[in-house]
Nanobody
Framework: QVQLVESGGGLVQAGGSLRLSCAASGSISGINRMGWYRQAPGKQRDLVAFISRVGTTNYADSVKGRFTISRDNAKNMVFLQMNSLKPEDTAVYYC??????????????WGQGTQVTVSS
C-alpha cells in the first residue's frame, strides 16, 4: 500500500506565499520523478512542476520564476514553494510520484489533494 499525503494548502491573498509538502509512505521504492499537478474547477488536471531524483526540474510556463520544487530523497518527500501567488493559481494541488511496489513499476501514484485558494 502506498500513501501520498499532502499538506500546506490554504487561503492566501494575492502576492502571498505558501509551501506545499508531500510525503510518500508505504512499500514504495525506486522513486525517480516526483511532482505537483493542479486542477481548477471545471478544468483538467495540469502539471505544475516535477523533479527527478538527481534534481532535474521542469515547470509549467505559468509558474516559472514564482514556484520552486524541491525534494528530500531520504524521506521520500517533495515540496513546492509558491511565491507571488495569483488568483489564477487557485486549484486543488495533487502530489504525484512514480515508483516500484512489489517489483512492479507505476508512474501515477497520487495524493488526495490540497486546496490552494488565492484571493484578489
Amino acid at each position: 500500500q502506498v500513501q501520498l499525503v499532502e499538506s500546506g494548502g490554504g487561503l492566501v491573498q494575492a502576492g502571498g506565499s505558501l509551501r506545499l509538502s508531500c510525503a510518500a509512505s508505504g512499500s514504495i521504492s525506486g522513486i525517480n520523478r516526483m511532482g505537483w499537478y493542479r486542477q481548477a474547477p471545471g478544468k483538467q488536471r495540469d502539471l505544475v512542476a516535477f523533479i527527478s531524483r538527481v534534481g532535474t526540474t521542469n515547470y509549467a510556463d505559468s509558474v516559472k520564476g514564482r514556484f520552486t520544487i524541491s525534494r528530500d530523497n531520504a524521506k521520500n518527500m517533495v515540496f513546492l514553494q509558491m511565491n507571488s501567488l495569483k488568483p489564477e493559481d487557485t486549484a486543488v494541488y495533487y502530489c504525484n510520484t512514480d515508483g516500484y511496489v512489489g517489483g512492479w513499476y507505476k508512474n501515477d501514484y497520487w495524493g488526495q489533494g490540497t486546496q490552494v485558494t488565492v484571493s484578489s
